[in-house]
């Protein structure tokens, strides 16, 4: 017997993620999705997203264009996890919401340990997003000729997307 599409295995599965949901404050159910959506693959993520057809869950006092009160704001409601994410998440603080047409590693990572969560190797956080397909930052620009020597990063298109999902 085929249980690809057994509605009542798929009604069994949401009734089970329902119930467990309730007893979670917002803030887990989003961890709770984001880890859904990346154990299960990107192609899922991608699917919902089409089938919402941009309906938009944001909440109004926090839109994705930018109107945070300040990076803290932004940081609470995105609840990155991993250094790479952090890293995301303040580069969008900087471009996004600050205007800002690129942002060094360095001044983002400042960022981060004002906040409490300064990353390690913020180079490598940095490295991580520019080979992640597609890419989540650029390079635009080298200070120096030294493997250390100071970088400047933009958001591409698909970064932005990113912490705009995470917002919502």
Same mark, same amino acid.
């Given at each position: 017997?085929? +249980?690809d599409? !057994?509605?009542?295995? *798929?009604?069994? =599965?949401?009734?089970?993620?329902?119930? $467990?949901?309730?007893s979670?404050? /917002?803030?887990?159910?989003?961890?709770?999705l984001r880890?859904?959506?990346?154990?299960f693959?990107?192609?899922?993520?991608?699917?919902v997203?089409?089938?919402?057809?941009?309906?938009n869950?944001?909440?109004?006092? +926090?839109?994705? !264009?930018g109107?945070? *009160?300040?990076? =803290?704001?932004?940081?609470?409601?995105? $609840?990155?996890i991993?250094?790479? /994410?952090?890293?995301?998440?303040?580069?969008?603080w900087?471009?996004?919401v600050?205007?800002?047409?690129?942002?060094?590693?360095?001044?983002?990572?400042s960022?981060l340990?004002?906040?409490g969560?300064?990353?390690? +190797?913020?180079?490598?956080?940095f490295?991580?997003?520019?080979?992640q397909?597609?890419q989540?930052?650029?390079?635009?620009?080298?200070?120096?000729?030294?493997?250390?020597?100071?970088k400047?990063?933009?958001?591409?298109?698909e970064?932005?997307?990113?912490?705009a999902?995470?917002?919502?």
């Amino acid at each position: 017997m085929e +249980n690809d599409n !057994d509605p009542i295995l *798929e009604i069994n =599965a949401m009734k089970v993620i329902a119930d $467990e949901f309730k007893s979670l404050d /917002d803030g887990a159910r989003k961890r709770v999705l984001r880890w859904a959506a990346e154990r299960f693959g990107k192609a899922v993520a991608s699917e919902v997203d089409d089938e919402l057809n941009g309906e938009n869950f944001i909440d109004s006092t +926090n839109a994705v !264009d930018g109107s945070f *009160e300040s990076i =803290a704001d932004l940081f609470a409601v995105t $609840e990155p996890i991993s250094d790479a /994410d952090k890293a995301l998440v303040v580069g969008y603080w900087f471009q996004v919401v600050k205007g800002e047409h690129d942002f060094d590693t360095q001044k983002v990572n400042s960022e981060l340990k004002h906040l409490g969560y300064g990353v390690g +190797n913020i180079t490598r956080a940095f490295e991580k997003l520019k080979k992640q397909k597609p890419q989540l930052v650029i390079q635009t620009r080298k200070f120096g000729t030294t493997k250390q020597a100071r970088k400047k990063f933009k958001l591409t298109a698909e970064g932005e997307k990113v912490v705009a999902r995470m917002i919502s």
